[in-house]
């Protein structure tokens, strides 16, 4: 990579993945103008996730209708966005280990969701599977 303020070569000299949510932190040092700053790094996943939808398609997983589907659930919540980002975090998380080949069911995105939900507040859940609905082949 190369340096925010100078363009210059830089180097890694420390790097921890996250706990939480499937990224990369790390502290970069510039060869040139010896600044010293912090990238994060996380995959692209609407190329690493598809979704299989009931009739068979694949469509191309999006964090951002994940995270308006999870704000929509928390609105009655005062801290809606700040909840809503974590949670959808959370979910990337698990719906990353619940993947086969890259690819997961429609139905089981909408499992993950709700079963995180309900841990979080049940009402939230009880909108999301009344707007979500999870409708078995």
Do not use: Q
Request: hydrophobic fraction near 35%; aromatic fraction near 8%.
């Amino acid at each position: 990579m190369v340096c925010i303020y100078c363009g210059g070569n830089t180097r890694v000299t420390n790097s921890r993945s996250s706990k939480k949510n499937p990224g990369i932190w790390r502290r970069r040092h510039c060869d040139n103008c010896n600044a010293i700053f912090t990238t994060s790094e996380s995959p692209d996943l609407s190329v690493s996730i598809s979704v299989i939808k009931r009739e068979g398609s694949l469509e191309t997983f999006s964090i951002d209708d994940l995270y308006v589907s999870i704000f929509k659930s928390l609105s009655h919540r005062r801290e809606a966005l700040n909840d809503a980002r974590h949670l959808t975090n959370t979910i990337t998380t698990k719906l990353l280990a619940e993947c086969i080949n890259g690819a997961i069911k429609i139905d089981a995105l909408k499992i993950v969701c709700l079963d995180t939900l309900n841990k979080f507040d049940k009402a939230a859940a009880t909108y999301y599977s009344a707007y979500y609905p999870n409708k078995p082949n």
